[in-house]
């Protein structure tokens, strides 16, 4: 405990004597990780409206004309049982679709309490084998008597997976770019302090301290920078986060009936991500910075 003492009191003071240099790192790293975090915050929502459409690929939707006799559904429902590639068909009146709508938008199912009439058309699910049957119903639907709408996710849920992708490629390619200048900068302050404790770090060498006891306040210095970073960085991401679902989360539940990620369980899994991301930066940095004075 008395090494660690020692090590983090250093550390505080060449942070002290470098004031300028150590907030433009805490800065630059704020800044990467917060780019990083609202790539993740992205990802994460887009992975879900995804997951949340994919559950409904291998089902068509068939909705019914308001007025339709009975014996005209029946009729509906019989083609499409006949139709090739169909495994079942079930039928969901109005009253049904509204109670399950409002268990999609969770919080928000209060909007739709003071409707003046239900919206919602009757309508089939219809399940089916694989995609090519699901194509070919979906194009043959239409035609069918009695039927007023198909709705089928396939092209919703292909574009979300492009999405998806590009968002991935661009965090991973954000954060290779983002994480070598982070540790670049990282390793230029620490360079500074060091420069000013090169005769003091000599004569340390000169009495038999390790390498490792001379480089411990210089690491430690680092991860401060690090954790410092990953905290502000969550905080930004939290709060901008907040604010963009408090601006368009309803919207989104709303026109794709799910919800987004809550912003508790980004926050703390962003935390963490950041944490380490920080700590490593901050060694990674602190030890390319020092290696060249300890090789002398």
């Known amino acids: 405990m008395s090494r660690l003492g020692y090590n983090l009191k250093q550390a505080f003071s060449q942070m002290g004597r470098n004031k300028g240099m150590y907030f433009t790192s805490v800065l630059a790293i704020t800044a990467m990780m917060l780019i990083l975090g609202?790539?993740?915050?992205?990802?994460?929502?887009?992975?879900?409206f995804a997951?949340?459409?994919?559950?409904?690929?291998?089902?068509?939707?068939?909705?019914?004309?308001?007025?339709?006799?009975?014996?005209v559904n029946q009729a509906v429902e019989t083609t499409l049982r006949g139709t090739e590639g169909v495994d079942d068909v079930k039928y969901v009146s109005k009253d049904e679709a509204l109670v399950t709508l409002k268990q999609k938008w969770g919080e928000n199912a209060y909007?739709?309490?003071?409707?003046?009439?239900?919206?919602?058309?009757?309508?089939?699910?219809?399940?089916?084998?694989?995609?090519?049957?699901?194509?070919?119903?979906?194009?043959?639907?239409?035609?069918?008597?009695?039927?007023?709408?198909?709705?089928?996710?396939?092209?919703?849920?292909?574009?979300?997976?492009?999405?998806?992708?590009?968002?991935?490629?661009?965090?991973?390619?954000?954060?290779?770019?983002?994480?070598?200048?982070?540790?670049?900068?990282?390793a230029n302050t620490i360079k500074l302090?060091?420069?000013?404790?090169?005769?003091?770090?000599?004569?340390?060498?000169?009495?038999?301290?390790?390498?490792?006891?001379?480089?411990?306040?210089?690491?430690?210095?680092?991860?401060?920078?690090?954790?410092?970073?990953?905290?502000?960085?969550?905080?930004?991401?939290?709060?901008?986060?907040?604010?963009i679902v408090a601006i368009i989360g309803g919207d989104i539940a709303r026109i794709l009936s799910v919800t987004v990620v809550p912003a508790e369980f980004l926050t703390k899994n962003v935390l963490i991500i950041f944490l380490c991301l920080g700590i490593s930066i901050g060694v990674c940095g602190s030890i390319i910075s020092i290696r060249r004075f300890l090789d002398k």
């Open 38 to 48: 609202l790539f993740f915050v992205a990802f994460v929502n887009v992975n879900l």
């Open 51 to 71: 997951a949340s459409i994919e559950k409904d690929y291998n089902v068509i939707q068939i909705y019914l004309h308001d007025g339709n006799k009975a014996e």
């Open 111 to 186: 909007l739709l309490d003071n409707l003046p009439e239900n919206p919602l058309p009757d309508s089939y699910m219809v399940y089916v084998e694989d995609k090519d049957a699901a194509n070919a119903l979906a194009a043959a639907a239409p035609g069918i008597e009695g039927v007023e709408d198909v709705v089928y996710y396939r092209d919703t849920i292909e574009k979300l997976a492009q999405v998806s992708h590009f968002v991935e490629l661009g965090s991973l390619i954000a954060m290779a770019f983002l994480v070598v200048v982070s540790i670049i900068i990282v």
């Open 193 to 243: 302090t060091v420069f000013n404790r090169e005769k003091e770090i000599g004569i340390m060498k000169y009495l038999g301290a390790t390498d490792w006891f001379v480089r411990a306040p210089f690491i430690w210095g680092g991860i401060i920078v690090g954790m410092l970073s990953a905290f502000i960085a969550t905080g930004l991401t939290h709060v901008i986060y907040t604010k």
